[in-house]
Nanobody, 114 residues
């Protein structure tokens, strides 16, 4: 099982970024996939989850600005982030939720700054 995030970078406040989480070793339609983030000096924070059936749920700080989606053919999950704020600066991780364990990606840095 492997998760590889990409798409992070530096963006100005109000801008957008799209993160990717490419999965291997399992099918993204079989298990729930989540995005988390860790801001400097803070603990890991849950951002959003898409279940195996495609249902989605979001943390309040990102609701209405972030969208999780997936491309079944590419076995990839995405996080579209709009209207970014400086407080969104963090390392973003994707995670697959198996029945008894989790697997994490290595993370991708998102910096929101003018």
């Amino acid at each position: 099982v492997q998760l590889v995030e990409s798409g992070g970078g530096l963006v100005q406040p109000g801008g957008s970024l799209s993160l990717s989480c490419a999965a291997s070793g399992f099918t993204v339609t079989t298990y729930a996939i989540s995005w988390f983030r860790r801001a400097p000096g803070k603990g890991r924070e849950w951002v959003t989850t898409m279940t195996n059936t495609g249902s989605t749920v979001y943390a309040d700080p990102v609701k209405g600005r972030f969208t999780i989606s997936r491309d079944n053919a590419k076995n990839t999950v995405y996080l579209q982030m709009n209207n970014l704020k400086p407080e969104d600066t963090a390392v973003y991780y994707c995670r697959v939720n198996f029945v008894t364990t989790y697997y994490w990606g290595q993370g991708t840095q998102v910096t929101v700054s003018s």
